[in-house]
């Protein structure tokens, strides 16, 4: 099995509505994100890739124009409206929704990683193969 993984930053800020009044995580703060995406395939292309690295700029694009610099609480109420369930900005749910915004896009997507601080990672993982 052949795996490849991309990394991307963006700096956004969020606050956690289901938490203690007491718990830091519910007052507005910021994290500079990592992402990583995970794509896996049993074969190779013509160019011996999983695939083109360029290709997942689509990713970035994203998290350029909708979540960098921005207050994810925002984005995720629009969001969650869409779906009629509200929706906690956390890491975990972040690497849901990047998983499930991709994987159309991305037949090979694996998994998709977030990090709010650098000792601390939430993940998204495909578990049908």
């Given at each position: 099995?052949?795996?490849?993984?991309?990394?991307?930053?963006?700096?956004?800020?969020h606050k956690l509505n289901r938490v203690p009044p007491s718990h830091p995580c519910g007052r507005?703060?910021?994290?500079?994100?990592?992402?990583?995406?995970?794509?896996?395939?049993?074969?190779?292309?013509?160019?011996?890739?999983?695939?083109?690295?360029?290709?997942l700029d689509i990713v970035k694009a994203f998290l350029d124009e909708e979540w960098d610099h921005r207050n994810l609480?925002?984005?995720?109420?629009?969001?969650?409206?869409?779906?009629?369930?509200?929706?906690?900005t956390t890491a975990e749910m972040l690497a849901f929704i990047l998983f499930i915004t991709f994987s159309s896009n991305y037949p090979e997507l694996l998994a998709v990683r977030v990090?709010?601080?650098?000792?601390?990672?939430?993940?998204y993982r495909r578990n049908d193969r």
């Amino acid at each position: 099995m052949y795996t490849i993984t991309k990394q991307f930053h963006f700096s956004a800020a969020h606050k956690l509505n289901r938490v203690p009044p007491s718990h830091p995580c519910g007052r507005l703060h910021g994290h500079n994100y990592i992402v990583e995406i995970v794509l896996q395939s049993r074969t190779l292309t013509d160019q011996q890739w999983v695939r083109d690295y360029g290709d997942l700029d689509i990713v970035k694009a994203f998290l350029d124009e909708e979540w960098d610099h921005r207050n994810l609480n925002d984005w995720f109420d629009q969001y969650s409206q869409d779906d009629h369930v509200k929706t906690e900005t956390t890491a975990e749910m972040l690497a849901f929704i990047l998983f499930i915004t991709f994987s159309s896009n991305y037949p090979e997507l694996l998994a998709v990683r977030v990090s709010e601080t650098p000792k601390t990672w939430a993940e998204y993982r495909r578990n049908d193969r």
